[in-house]
């Protein structure tokens, strides 16, 4: 056959699309955390997500809402020991952050993103750790961020928090952090009101301080533990603290990259009453220099 005749067909093998996860479940009762990961590519449907519907899927790793319930979301995952399989519900209606529906990232054109959270979804389910099989509810949170530009060349991370309160409000703010450890201005928050409501704050309107570090016997990274995150035009003063230390996260099979990521408790008053809640903390750059977009 002439050179010219033979064509070249795209391989269905071919990586265009990487696809990665992971999950992680906190045994406190055991002071054990446990943590998995999967990358996979889109070809042959290894991996993808649909379009007109909630469906993400990684092998059998799946999240989706059923077409009879787009109310429901299930979310299954398994691997090794570790299992879970979850169906969760919105409480409250979604949360746009940021002022205008955009997030700042840095001060650059495009360091920005869009993001919004489910901030109390009524869970049921199970999860298996080993031969043991738990029935568990409880309330869950759900971001979902996407945008298209890396963090600021003088930003080395960020430490963020998702707080459920026990007032029925919420709160999630982030604090980008500088190579001399300050925050960034475009560092910022969102409050949820009992009605589901978002009032975005910036950085000026809350004081983030950490209290305690922890050093991690692995990575040898030290992360702050226990902060004060103070409120004034809510009069509220709380403490933050993991409910253990060591969650840290090695994701050498899939994001390669080092990070804190746990379970907290909240402590603290507002408008002079007593507060307590029950939060997720993140906190990236302290391994290495995290230079990806959130």
């Known amino acids: 056959m002439p050179a010219e005749q033979i064509k070249t067909l795209p391989s269905k093998w071919s990586v265009t699309q990487l696809y990665l996860a992971h999950f992680a479940v906190s045994d406190l009762k055991n002071g054990r955390f446990h943590f998995v990961e999967k990358i996979s590519r889109a070809g042959l449907s290894k991996a993808g997500a649909e379009s007109n519907r909630l469906h993400v899927w990684i092998d059998r790793w799946h999240t989706e809402s059923p077409q009879s319930t787009q109310d429901h979301q299930i979310l299954s995952a398994a691997k090794g020991d570790l299992a ?28 920005a993103s869009h993001y ?17 099989s ?21 930003l080395v991370g960020w430490d963020w928090f998702g707080l459920q ?3 029925q409000t919420e709160l999630m703010l982030y604090r980008l952090r500088r190579t001399d450890g300050s925050a960034d201005p475009a560092s910022s928050g969102t409050f949820i009101d009992r009605n589901g409501r978002g009032h975005h704050f910036s950085i000026d309107d809350f004081g983030l301080e ?14 702050p533990q226990k902060w004060r995150l103070t409120i004034p035009s809510k009069q509220l003063s709380i403490d933050l603290v993991p409910r253990m230390a060591e969650q840290e996260l090695t994701t050498s099979g899939s994001t390669q990259v080092t990070y804190w990521e746990g379970t907290i408790e909240a402590t603290g008053t507002s408008q002079g009453r007593p507060l307590q809640g029950q939060g997720y903390m993140e906190l990236t750059g ?9």
């Open 286 to 294: 302290y391994a290495e220099r995290f230079s990806k977009k959130l």
């Open 134 to 154: 738990f029935d568990v509810t409880g309330t869950s949170w759900m971001d979902h961020e996407f945008g298209s530009a890396d963090l600021g060349k003088d």
């Open 210 to 223: 950490p209290i305690s570090f922890w050093t991690s016997p692995a990575s040898k990274a030290r992360y």
């Open 84 to 111: 879970i399989q979850l169906t969760v519900a919105p409480e409250k209606p979604l949360v746009i952050h940021g002022a205008g529906g955009i997030r700042r990232q840095g001060a650059e054109p495009g360091q």
């Open 165 to 167: 309160l026990t007032d």
């Open 116 to 132: 919004y959270s489910f901030t109390r979804l009524a869970t049921s389910g199970t999860i298996m750790i080993g031969s043991e």
